[in-house]
């Protein structure tokens, strides 16, 4: 006589389907907010640790105000507010639509860059923007344009 399955297990793929709609809805309401709200302007959004400490840029900072304006269609002035980040969201983009392109065709998608030698690439180029962003020639560089 099989045993019967318990209901919390019956319930699970129920449950991360919920629990995907509930993060899809999140980040429509967090994109709302972003697209209504600037960041540049309003003291809602959180500050930068590193820059209120070291007064420097972290290789993240300028990213809320970059995806405020890229929301409403400036995509000149998200690039000057962090070229890198602009340039990774089609990266982010791919990972975040792999899982659910294979849950849409029902295929095995295969990873994306799996070697860890992509982490640390990854890692260099963060690191080095959050370098050549913080020298003093960007400052009169910035300013000449």
Known sequence: MARPVPPIVR???GGRRLLVWC???AALAGGAILFWVDPATNGFYPRCYFHMITGWDCPGCGGLRATHQLLHGHWREAFALNPLFIIALPVIGCFL???LLARVTGRKIP???N???WVWIA???VVGFGILRNLPWRAWLV???
């Open 11 to 13: 319930n699970v793929r």
């Open 23 to 25: 993060g899809f809805a």
């Open 97 to 99: 639509a792999r899982p």
């Open 111 to 113: 990873p994306i860059l």
């Open 115 to 117: 070697n860890t030698i």
């Open 123 to 125: 890692a260099v180029i």
């Open 143 to 145: 300013s000449a344009g």
